[in-house]
C-alpha cells in the first residue's frame, strides 16, 4: 500500500518559503499551531509596530525559536524608527531581543533611495535584511520600471531577499485596491531577469497564492499568510487541494 | 423564573446536521473549542487533501471521537487516489486509520458518472458515504437538470446524503462566482421531489445560513461551516439572532 | 536608549474603550488571548441571544472577570426576552449570573420609542445601560434626525452610553450595505453637540476604525472589534501601523 503522505521540503529551506504574520495570537495558541504548522513556515513576522504593544515580546519569540521557525519585526517598525530619529536605538533593541533579521522599507513614509540603500548595507552587516518595495497606500501606484530598479538596487545594497508589498488585506502594492493582482507588474519583473527566488510574495488571499504557485511554481516565496492558512497553502504547494491538483499530478485534467 | 436555555435537538441527529471545515487547527485548539461547540456539532470534514498533510492526524480523530463528532476526508482525496490510479490503496487507508465516513466526488476532475456510481456502490459496502454534486470550477455552470439527475442516481447508488458543493468561500457549485446564491437551482432540486434531509447544502457565509433556514427550516443540513461559526449557526437555528428572530418567535414582527 | 514599548492608558478607562464581540470562543482560547491583549480590552459583548446556548456561560464570565474585562449579553437577547414577554424575568437572569451591564436595542423588532425609554430608564435602576441605535436589517435607512433624536432621548433616560449599530459585518445601521461608512449620518450626529464619548462605533473593518480614530481621535470608543483585532486596534490608537503613523508623530509625512 503506497497512499499516504507525500514528503514535502524539510527545512531550513532556500525557496519555497512560507512567512506568516502574526498580529498578536495567544502564546498557547501559537505554540499550539506550530505544532502542527511548523515544518510549513520558514518566518513569522510580527506585523508593523506590534512588537511594542505585545507584552510578552521575549516569551514569543522564544516560542518560535523552540518550533525552527525565524522572526522578524515588520517593516512600519524600521519606519517608525526612521520617523522619530531612533534607527540606531532600533538597532540594539533588535540585538537585545536577539532579532537576527530586520526588515527595510518605505511603504509609509517618504525616505530617499539614498538612504534607504544606506540603511539596507548598516544594517546587512549585522543583521539578514529583507527590503519591501511598493507601497503601503492603495491609491499610490507605482510603474513598474521603478519597483525593477528599486529590486535591482536593493539586492545590490546587501538585502537577501525583497519582498513585494501586499498588505494584510491584498489591496495594495501589487494588488490594485479591488484585490485585483497587477499581473504585468509582475511579469515586467520577472522579465527583467531577476530571480523569483530572491523575491518573497505578500499574497494573504488564496486565489493569489493559487495564481503565484501556477506563474512561478511550488517553491515560490510567500509572505503575510495568516496563521492558520499555513497548512492549506502546503497543501496547493504539494498538489492536494482543488485549484492545483492538475498541475502537479500528471494524468489529472481539470473540468 | 422561565427566562434561560431553550434547548436544542441532542445527537445524534438525523437532521439540522452542522459539519465544520478543519484545515488543520492546532489540536488543543479544537479540544478548547469542542468543549464549547461539539453539542452543536455533527461531522467534521478534513479539507481537501489536508489529511496528507497534518502530522497528528491519529491524535486528531482521537480528540473528534471523544466529542462524539464523525469524521470524514474531503471529496479531493478521494480525486487524488483516483487521479494516481489508488483508489483501493485510498479505502484501505481509510479503513487503518477508521474513518467510517468518505466523501466521493467529481469536483476537480473528470470521473464519468458510471466510474463515480460504482465507486459509490463499493465504498458504501463498508462506509457511510457521502457524495457531491457541483463543479469546484467557479466559471463551470452545470445544468439545474444535471443537477437533479445526479443526486437521484447518487442516492439510488447507496450516498447516505448528497452534499451540494459551495467550496470554503461559497463561491462555486451551488453560489455563483460573485457569492450570490444560486436560488433557482435550489428551486429546482426541491421541486424535482428530493427530500431537502437527504441534502447537505455547503454554506459557509452567514446570509447563506440564513436563507438555507428560512426555505428549508431548523432542521436544514449545513456543511462547510468554520468552526469558529458553529456556535453563532446554533443561535440562528434556534432563532437566538436577528436574522432568524422573527422567524421563530410568534408575536416578534421584524422591522 | 529610548526605543522602545509606548505606554498606553491604563484600564479602567472613560474613554478610547475596545470593546470586543465574542461569539463563542473557546475557554482556553480566551484565557490565552485575553492574557495579550486584556490591558486593551474594556468589554466583550456575548454577541446576540449567544449566553442562552453556552454550556460554559458562568465560567466565561469569570475567565473575564479575573482579565479585568466587564460583560455584557448583546442587545437581541433583550429583544428576544421582550418579544416572549420576559423581560422582568431577563432582568432576574441577569442578576443571577451577576452581570452588571446590559445593551438596550430595538434594532430587531419594533418597540415604541416610550417603551424603549422606560426600559431604559428601569434597567438604569440596577446596571450600566448601553443604548443602540440603528437597524440591523440593511435596507432600513434611518434617517440622521431620528437618530440625533434617539441618541439624545437614550442619553436623558439613563444610558450611560450610546451604540451605533453596525453588526458583525459593518453592513448595516452606521454603514450601507456595500460597507461604505454613512460618513454625513456621523457628521449630523457630532454637528447636532452629541460628546463623542458617550457614543460607542461598531467597528469591526480596519478601514472604519480607521477613519474614526482619525476623525474624533486615538481615544474614540470602538465596539464589535473581532477578538484576534483587539491587539490591531491598540496599534492603530497608538500610531504604530502604517494608516495612523503619520497622524501620531510629527514630522512623518505620508507617501
Redesign the interface.
Known amino acids: ?6 514528503s ?1 521540503v524539510p527545512k531550513p529551506r532556500a525557496h519555497g518559503r512560507t512567512n506568516i504574520l502574526d ?7 501559537l505554540d ?2 506550530l ?3 511548523a ?2 513556515v520558514d518566518l513569522a513576522k510580527i ?4 512588537s ?5 515580546l521575549d516569551r514569543r519569540l522564544d516560542v518560535y525559536r523552540s518550533h525552527d521557525v525565524d522572526v522578524c519585526c515588520g517593516g ?2 524600521f ?3 526612521y ?2 530619529g ?1 534607527v540606531d ?2 538597532r ?2 533588535l540585538r537585545e531581543h536577539g532579532f537576527d533579521h530586520v526588515e527595510i522599507s518605505n ?4 525616505i530617499d533611495t539614498e538612504q534607504k540603500l544606506a540603511a539596507i548595507e548598516q544594517f546587512a552587516a549585522d543583521f539578514t535584511v529583507f527590503s519591501e518595495v511598493g ?3 492603495a491609491d ?1 501606484i507605482v510603474s513598474p520600471a521603478r519597483w525593477v530598479r528599486s529590486i535591482q538596487q536593493e539586492l545590490g545594497a546587501g538585502a537577501s531577499s525583497v519582498i513585494l508589498e501586499g498588505r494584510e ?1 491584498g489591496t495594495a502594492g501589487m494588488y490594485r485596491k479591488s484585490g485585483e493582482m497587477r499581473t504585468g507588474l509582475i511579469d515586467e519583473v520577472l522579465e527583467a531577469g531577476i530571480d523569483p527566488h530572491q523575491l518573497v510574495f505578500e499574497a494573504p488571499l ?1 486565489q493569489h497564492q493559487v495564481y503565484l504557485i501556477r506563474l512561478i511554481g511550488a517553491d515560490v516565496n510567500l509572505a503575510n499568510i495568516a496563521p ?1 492558512e ?3 497553502l ?2 496547493l504547494r ?5 485549484d492545483t ?2 498541475m502537479f ?1 500528471a ?5
Chains 1, 2, 3 share one sequence.
Open positions: 500500500m503506497t497512499f499516504g503522505p507525500a514535502g498580529k498578536g495570537l495567544g502564546l498557547a495558541a499550539d499551531l505544532a502542527v504548522a515544518p510549513f506585523g508593523w509596530g506590534t511594542l504593544v505585545l507584552p510578552d512600519t517598525l519606519e517608525y524608527a520617523a522619530i531612533e536605538e532600533y540594539a533593541w511603504g509609509t513614509i517618504d507601497s503601503k497606500d499610490a488585506s488564496k492558520e499555513a497548512v492549506p502546503e497543501t504539494r498538489g492536494l487541494r482543488s491538483l492538475a499530478h494524468g489529472v485534467s481539470a473540468d
